[in-house]
T-cell receptor, first 118, second 111 residues
Framework: DAGVIQSPRHEVTEMGQEVTLRCKPI?????LFWYRQTMMRGLELLIY????????DSGMPEDRFSAKMPNASFSTLKIQPSEPRDSAVYFC????????????????FGPGTRLTVL | LAKTTQPISMDSYEGQEVNITCSHN???????ITWYQQFPSQGPRFIIQ???TKVTNEVASLFIPADRKSSTLSLPRVSLSDTAVYYC????????????FGKGTRLSVIA
């Protein structure tokens, strides 16, 4: 398996532009997480999906952020309009969750997208 | 979710054993203790998990006392490539209530 795939790996944009980050989770994983990491705030959970359904988006900083998961193999995180303070590394992670109870604390992270907003 | 406390940073020389302790006083009965490792410019990677006593794998050992209010990640004979941030997380993810990453412990291995 190729692991979690994220694109682009680097994005440089100007303030006010729309940014779309993409993620392909590991096949068969039914939970997907979007994180943001900065030196100041560390690793923050923005939103997570279970079986393509958003479960908790309380970590999304503002209405400028939105995330979708149209199917089990694809998710997007969109920022519109982008601002310099959005500059960070954005990680996508996926995890298999047992369908009949049980737990799984192991998440598989992608390589991240380094976003710079000028 | 149980709050965790771990040192902000640690230094070690190559070849030494490194022990990173994490406090989690309000751990719940169903919670597991999970450790992740993050190398520079990479996403975090799961390295070990345990519920009680001792767990060992090819990367590390995890020691958990009977009261489970703390845990210690042990890295035997570290090398320069073990320089990373190590996160201690406590919880039990089954589709809701994901684990929370704190600031972690930044381990620097010196030659």
């Amino acid at each position: 398996d190729a692991g979690v795939i994220q694109s682009p790996r680097h994005e440089v944009t100007e303030m006010g532009q729309e940014v779309t980050l993409r993620c392909k989770p590991i096949s068969g994983h039914n939970s997907l997480f979007w994180y943001r990491q900065t030196m100041m705030r560390g690793l923050e959970l923005l939103i997570y999906f279970n079986n393509n359904v958003p479960i908790d988006d309380s970590g999304m900083p503002e209405d400028r952020f939105s995330a979708k998961m149209p199917n089990a193999s694809f998710s997007t995180l969109k920022i519109q309009p982008s601002e310099p303070r959005d500059s960070a590394v954005y990680f996508c992670a996926s995890s298999p969750v047992p369908t009949s109870g049980g737990l799984n604390n192991e998440q598989f992270f992608g390589p991240g997208t380094r976003l710079t907003v000028l | 979710l149980a709050k965790t406390t771990q040192p902000i940073s640690m230094d070690s020389y190559e070849g030494q054993e490194v022990n990173i302790t994490c406090s989690h006083n309000n751990i719940a009965t169903n919670d597991y203790i999970t450790w992740y490792q993050q190398f520079p410019s990479q996403g975090p990677r799961f390295i070990i998990q345990g519920y009680k006593t001792k767990v060992t794998n090819e990367v590390a050992s995890l020691f958990i006392p009977a009261d489970r209010k703390s845990s210690t990640l042990s890295l035997p004979r570290v090398s320069l490539s073990d320089t990373a941030v190590y996160y201690c997380l406590v919880g039990a993810y089954s589709g809701n209530t994901p684990l929370v990453f704190g600031k972690g412990t930044r381990l620097s291995v010196i030659a």
